[in-house]
């Protein structure tokens, strides 16, 4: 009898519409799944649904339209109750197939199956914390709504009861949880940056961050920066590929301790270029770490080689979470420490002659692409611009991106735009690089590196009940041609790809050392570089 009372109390059409997005949810996106990940999408995506047929079952009821009699109303539980268990039993059955059609994109070796029954598990159990959450949320909501209706009429007290709890739920999560867990994930990465790793001994060199002659402490530059101006291309290493002798290039990095504000630390950067001769060189790059204060070596590594040496880099730390946190919580992280180190950078560097100066580029990946992006606008650069940027896996939140894709060249695909034949603005993957269109790129040049599979670029809230401009036509090369777009489904796919997904080089997020080494190539035109030679550095680098 216990049973048959908590059956009866589920949505019939709660129940259909939620298999349908469980079901969805099996199917694929742009990166492969751990079963884990999949049972927590899934659990997600059955609620959702849930909630929607439950509503519209409650709206149908409010509008008091013909209802079925209750033992009609029994019979056809049962039977969406079969049909819901068999819906679900073909999709987890297909799920391996799906999964293993994106690992084949990637390169990566097939799994055997995605654990149908851990996946089902998780599932129910996500969706079981969901349910006792919005059943504490409906007592609340009524304890609140009884006590309102001595005062006021019935319907007011519902519509005032529903707002009050959804102030206080919203408060609890926002307020206090959302709030100490980002605090203790601060604190712990926080932490773990002041680490002195083992491995890593202070450099040396005078030109170096963190040496005895610099400016910024060992201790200041935080695990990231001491990796950063330590694991580095050295001049030995240089001559060795190149064959003649090379200079030691400049790496330039404030860590996030090493200043109180960011205008400090914009001008210890600033004061340490200054010391280790870096506008003598013959480019200059202004990088923007991503959330971590991490820059990525495939980028790094790559153009120093290419430029013999003679280059120098600059960046500051701003935040210890890691980008994707940054990015869904915090929109304008970073921004304040980009501009500052953009303002005192680009202002020495003007008032430099013409002839004297090093080129100067714009540098970062996913949130510091980002944050690269919002460090200057076109009034701050208008009567003298530096040379260009490249920004890789720029985020959904990146305004120019969002302009330029918005406004590409007809017949051209939201995962790889023309926009004006590009004249200024380039993009480029795995198969098409920056030197693609006839026309000729001007001196000012925006390049951006993106892959057609990369979740952080091509997520955008609006999927939720939008389909996407890249999912229409066309697909890129690494995205699988079963993935569809459903309503809400496919928002938490992408979702998660972007937060826990992972995929090889050359995928995803994972931008590859030879796509760097084309992209530069392009964008900075490094002299005396024959196919060949640019051949065999990638050669150099696809062992990594």
Not at 47 to 52: D, H, I, M, N
Not at 393 to 409: I, K, L, N
Not at 478 to 495: H, I, K, Y
Not at 519 to 537: N, Q, Y
């Amino acid at each position: 009898m216990l049973v048959k009372r908590l059956f009866a109390q589920f949505s019939t059409a709660g129940l259909l519409l939620g298999t349908l997005f469980f079901a969805f949810s099996l199917t694929p996106s742009l990166l492969p799944r751990p079963f884990v990940v999949q049972g927590i999408i899934s659990g997600l995506s059955f609620a959702a649904g849930y909630v929607l047929g439950y509503a519209a079952h409650w709206l149908w009821a409010y509008l008091e339209l013909p209802e079925p009699r209750r033992r009609v109303d029994w019979w056809i539980k049962v039977v969406a109750t079969a049909f819901c268990t068999l819906t679900a039993a073909v999709f987890l059955w297909r799920a391996s197939g799906w999964q293993n059609s994106v690992r084949a994109l990637m390169e990566m070796d097939e799994v055997g199956g995605v654990r149908a029954f851990s996946v089902a598990f998780i599932a129910l159990l996500v969706f079981a914390v969901l349910l006792l959450v919005a059943r504490c949320f409906r007592w609340t909501f009524r304890f609140l709504s009884n006590r309102l209706q001595r005062y006021v009429p019935p319907r007011v007290s519902h519509v005032v009861g529903v707002l009050a709890a959804l102030a206080l739920f919203w408060s609890v999560i926002d307020g206090v949880i959302f709030s100490y867990a980002l605090r203790v994930a601060d604190n712990s990465y926080q932490q773990l940056d002041v680490v002195i790793q083992d491995d890593l001994e202070p450099p040396t060199e005078p030109t170096r961050a963190g040496s005895a002659e610099s400016l910024i402490s060992w201790e200041a530059l935080g695990g990231r920066g001491r990796r950063f101006v330590t694991v580095a291309p050295s001049a030995e290493d240089l001559e060795a590929f190149h064959g003649e002798p090379m200079p030691d290039p400049i790496r330039v990095y404030v860590g996030l301790n090493a200043a109180e504000t960011p205008q400090e630390r914009a001008e210890l950067a600033l004061a340490e270029l200054r010391r280790t001769g870096a506008f003598d060189r013959s480019v200059l790059i202004l990088a923007t770490p991503t959330g971590r204060g991490w820059l990525d070596p495939g980028a790094q590594d790559t153009v120093e080689y290419l430029h013999r040496g003679d280059i120098a880099t600059v960046t500051a730390q701003y935040s210890y979470l890691p980008s994707p946190l940054s990015l869904m919580t915090e929109g304008e992280y970073g921004v304040e420490m980009a501009r500052a180190l953009f303002q005192k950078v680009y202002g020495y560097w003007t008032a430099l002659p013409e002839d004297e100066r090093p080129d100067l580029y714009l540098h970062g990946l996913s949130l510091g692409a980002l944050n690269s992006d919002r460090s200057f606008d076109v009034f701050d650069i208008i009567d003298d611009p530096f040379q260009g940027a490249l920004w890789s896996g720029p985020p959904f939140r990146s305004e120019t991106w969002r302009t330029v894709t918005r406004g590409r060249d007809e017949n051209s695909p939201a995962w790889l735009p023309r926009f004006r034949e590009g004249r200024v603005v380039r993009f480029m993957n795995q198969h098409r690089g920056l030197d693609e269109p006839d026309t000729d790129w001007g001196n000012f040049r925006i390049a951006f590196l993106q892959y057609a599979s990369d979740p952080v670029t091509f997520f955008n809230p609006q999927m939720v009940w939008n389909e996407p401009g890249w999912m229409s036509g066309e697909r890129g090369h690494d995205v699988s041609p079963d993935l569809r777009w459903f309503p809400v489904v496919t928002m938490l796919q992408v979702a998660a790809d972007m937060a826990v997904g992972t995929a090889p080089r050359g995928y995803g997020h994972e931008y590859a050392y030879e796509h760097y080494i084309d992209a530069w190539v392009a964008l900075t035109e490094p002299e005396d570089w024959s196919e060949r030679e640019i051949e065999r550095l990638k050669e150099r680098f696809r062992d990594r």
